[in-house]
T-cell receptor
Framework: QKEVEQNSGPLSVPEGAIASLNCTYS??????FFWYRQYSGKSPELIMF????GDKEDGRFTAQLNKASQYVSLLIRDSQPSDSATYLC??????????FGQGTELSVKP | DADVTQTPRNRITKTGKRIMLECSQT?????MYWYRQDPGLGLRLIYY???????NKGEISDGYSVSRQAQAKFSLSLESAIPNQTALYFC????????????FGSGTRLTVV
C-alpha cells in the first residue's frame, strides 16, 4: 500500500462546477496535510494546508480532513479553466518530511 | 530573485557521466530536500537535510549523493548517470518539522541519453 494515494484521473468537470479531489494516507501518526497545484512543467505551489479534523475554507477552495478515516479532500467551487492542473496531496509524517501522492490531473472544460 | 534557485534548468547528458544539480535558497530555512518527479509517480524523496551537518537518505537514494555546503546550498550529484534517471528534479526548503510551507525551486529537467 502506498503511503499517500490519489486517483490519478484525469478528472474532468465543466466550468462552474465543483471539483472534488480525494486522498488517503496510511500513517496514522501523520500530523499535517497539504494540497499543492502543479501546472505542466512548473513547480508545485501550495494552495491549502490543514492540521485539524474538519473543514478549512480559503476562497473557492475547501480542504476537508478526517483523521479517523485517514482521508483528506480538496473541493474547488466554481471551477475555472485556469484551475486545470495536477493537484498533489502531501502528508507530513512525524519526521517532518512530506510524502506526496501521485497527483490527480484536473481538467475544467469551458 | 527566486527564493529557491536551481541550476541548470535543463540538462542533457550522456550515460556514465557525472553531473551535479545545484540548489541555493534565500529563505533562511534549515531544512532542504531533493525530489524527483516522473509521470504518474508523483514526487519521490531522494535525500534531505535538516541542517548543515545532517544528511539523510530518502526513499530512492541509490545512484545519487548530496552535499550540504552551507545552510543555503544543497547539491545533488549523479556519479554515473543512467537513462532511468531521466526526470524532473526539484529542490525544496522548509522552516520546521510540521512540513509547513515547502518552497520549491523551478526544477531541473535532466535527460540522460
Amino acid at each position: 500500500q502506498k503511503e499517500v494515494e490519489q486517483n490519478s484521473g484525469p478528472l474532468s468537470v465543466p466550468e462552474g462546477a465543483i471539483a472534488s479531489l480525494n486522498c488517503t494516507y496510511s500513517d496514522r501518526g501523520s500530523q499535517s496535510f497539504f494540497w499543492y497545484r502543479q501546472y505542466s512543467g512548473k513547480s508545485p505551489e501550495l494552495i491549502m494546508f490543514i492540521y485539524s479534523n474538519g473543514d478549512k475554507e480559503d476562497g473557492r477552495f475547501t480542504a476537508q480532513l478526517n483523521k479517523a478515516s485517514q482521508y483528506v479532500s480538496l473541493l474547488i467551487r466554481d471551477s475555472q479553466p485556469s484551475d486545470s492542473a495536477t493537484y498533489l496531496c502531501a502528508v507530513s509524517n512525524q519526521g517532518g518530511k512530506l510524502i506526496f501522492g501521485q497527483g490527480t490531473e484536473l481538467s475544467v472544460k469551458p | 530573485d527566486a527564493d529557491v534557485t536551481q541550476t541548470p534548468r535543463n540538462r542533457i547528458t550522456k550515460t556514465g557521466k557525472r553531473i551535479m544539480l545545484e540548489c541555493s535558497q534565500t529563505k533562511g530555512h534549515d531544512r532542504m530536500y531533493w525530489y524527483r518527479q516522473d509521470p504518474g509517480l508523483g514526487l519521490r524523496l531522494i535525500y534531505y537535510s535538516f541542517d548543515v551537518k545532517d544528511i539523510n537518505k530518502g526513499e530512492i537514494s541509490d545512484g545519487y549523493s548530496v552535499s550540504r555546503q552551507a545552510q543555503a546550498k544543497f547539491s545533488l550529484s549523479l556519479e554515473s548517470a543512467i537513462p532511468n534517471q531521466t526526470a524532473l528534479y526539484f529542490c525544496a526548503t522548509s522552516a520546521d518539522g510540521r512540513g509547513s510551507g515547502y518552497t520549491f525551486g523551478s526544477g531541473t529537467r535532466l535527460t540522460v541519453v
